[in-house]
């Protein structure tokens, strides 16, 4: 199994920001408030994320580890419509067969608190009973220290590290309501406090866009509406022309809470601006679209940033329209 688990880590775990990522959301799907992720090495020394979420029972803690081993969906109708951010069962797997990591946690209607890793080809669980309060720790050391090739592509501490740091932005951004402290060699670079009035929403925005962008980003919000038919819902800012900026820092769209890169989003997107954006800029904005998630696969990518919709035009004109309204007289 350890092979199997390898050459699927070549899917998911390109580097230390996608098992920062894999980690994170398994975090949120397990309903966490609190995160703490430290990194040591920009990651390849360690990456530990803390969460206060539901936990992991002990007679799951094998399973967790094992591959294609989910607990989130239980049948094809839940893969029609999947709701949490992980469905493969994947990750803990790959990233285990490529790093020493250990799983603790604790459920809290579990007295005793367990901590679990695998070890050797055959990848034996070994189980200890641990103390850890509510919720669950993943620690994971020595990243592709068995794999040298994929090793050898890691980057300077500096430049992981920065691709970490995105990651955690985009989740930051995507979860206002969590609570987030990042560190780097134990030192407290990043704290997002809990984000739940609109003026919070607002310094976690400026906080990661800047204040530029916070100050003079467009607001726009349209709820979908089952009642008229209306499936479609986008809420987020866009910067008016003038405001927008040379690098692509700040262009972050998420669909149903996931962030993704569309191509034809990013159209709908330019397309709003019209001949209004100067060549040398760039669309500048933070939007989250809502659909039922009957309406859209997710399931097209193993690190699952693309997503296929099932009226892939329609959503590119709700998209378009949205943000022409939005941004009014500011575009001609
Ligand atoms: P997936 O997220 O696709 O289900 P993973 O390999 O990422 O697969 O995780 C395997 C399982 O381990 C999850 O289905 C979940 O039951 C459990 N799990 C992993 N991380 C956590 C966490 N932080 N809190 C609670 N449960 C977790
Ligand atoms: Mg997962």
Redesign the pocket.
């Known amino acids: 199994p350890q092979l199997a688990n390898q050459i699927a880590a070549g899917e998911v775990v390109e580097r230390p920001a996608s098992v920062v990522k894999?980690?994170v959301?398994?975090?949120i799907?397990?309903g966490?408030t609190e995160l703490h992720i430290d990194i040591e090495k920009g990651g390849a020394r360690r990456i530990r994320?803390r969460?206060n979420?539901?936990?992991?029972p002990k007679d799951?803690l094998e399973?967790?580890?094992s591959?294609h081993?989910?607990?989130?969906?239980a049948s094809l109708d839940d893969l029609e419509a999947i709701h949490?951010?992980?469905?493969?069962?994947?990750?803990?797997?790959?990233?285990s067969s490529v790093s020493r990591l250990c799983?603790s946690?604790k459920?809290a209607q579990q007295a005793q608190a367990w901590q679990a890793w695998c070890e050797g080809r055959d990848m034996q669980v070994t189980l200890e009973p641990t103390s850890h309060p509510d919720?669950?720790?993943?620690d994971v050391q020595d990243l592709f220290f068995n794999t040298p090739a994929r090793r050898k592509f890691l980057r300077t501490e500096k430049t992981e590290f920065g691709h970490i740091d995105e990651v955690v932005r985009r989740i930051a951004l995507a979860c206002p309501a969590v609570e987030i402290k990042l560190s780097h060699n134990q030192q407290l670079l990043r704290h997002y406090p809990k984000a739940i009035a609109e003026s919070q929403i607002l310094s976690r925005l400026q906080q990661i866009a800047g204040k530029r962008f916070a100050d003079e980003a467009i607001f726009l919000e349209l709820a979908a509406d089952a009642e008229s038919g209306q499936t479609l819902g986008i809420r987020g800012w866009i910067a008016p022309p003038d405001a927008c900026r040379h690098q692509t820092d700040v262009q972050y769209m998420y669909v149903n809470g996931r962030m993704m890169k569309d191509k034809l989003l990013n159209h709908a997107v330019r397309q709003a601006y019209g001949d209004s954006l100067a060549s040398d800029r760039q669309a500048t904005y933070i939007l989250y679209i809502t659909l039922p998630a009957n309406d859209v696969d997710v399931n097209v990518h193993p690190a699952k940033h693309e997503v296929r919709f099932q009226q892939a035009r329609q959503v590119h004109d709700f998209v378009l329209l949205q943000l022409r309204e939005a941004l009014g007289a500011h575009v001609h």
């Open positions: 894999e980690l959301e398994n975090c799907d397990a966490a994320i969460d979420g539901s936990g992991i799951e399973l967790a580890l591959r081993a989910t607990s989130k969906i949490s951010l992980g469905f493969r069962g994947e990750a803990l797997a790959s990233i799983l946690s459920p919720g669950t720790t993943v």
